[in-house]
């Protein structure tokens, strides 16, 4: 996997907060980690092409992302409502900005090098 996270995209991850995931009981899975973020609609909408494909991060060496939509293991972290924010533009204008909270799968890069 040599795929890199774009960079046009890294404010999107920059203030990510990292979680972990503590599945549930039954699935046996022990508890990964990853990283939570608050993003506009807007910007998810410009990331929903790269959902559940895994991505190495330039700003954090060794390590990979993967941002969860439907994957059924992780249903509680799928994207979820993360409130609106009313505004008003300089020239008075009311507007409204929607936020979702998504997770991103954080873990290692785990490749062999041929011999």
């Known amino acids: ?11 999107i991850i920059s203030g990510a907060e990292e979680v972990t995931l503590e ?8 508890p990964r980690k990853a990283l939570k973020a608050r993003i506009t609609m807007q910007d998810y909408e410009r990331i929903w092409p790269l959902a559940e494909m895994r991505f190495r991060l330039g700003d954090r060496d060794g390590k990979a992302i993967t941002l969860i939509t439907t994957n059924p293991h992780y249903h509680a972290w799928h994207p979820k409502d993360g409130g609106s924010v009313d505004s008003v533009s300089d020239s008075g204008r009311h ?8 997770h991103f799968l ?3 890069v785990k490749e062999t090098s041929p011999a």
């Open 1 to 11: 996997m040599r795929r890199m996270w774009p960079e046009e995209f890294n404010a």
């Open 95 to 102: 507007y409204k900005t929607d936020y979702l909270v998504v």
């Open 23 to 30: 599945a549930p009981a039954e699935a046996g899975e022990a």
């Open 106 to 108: 954080l873990d290692d």
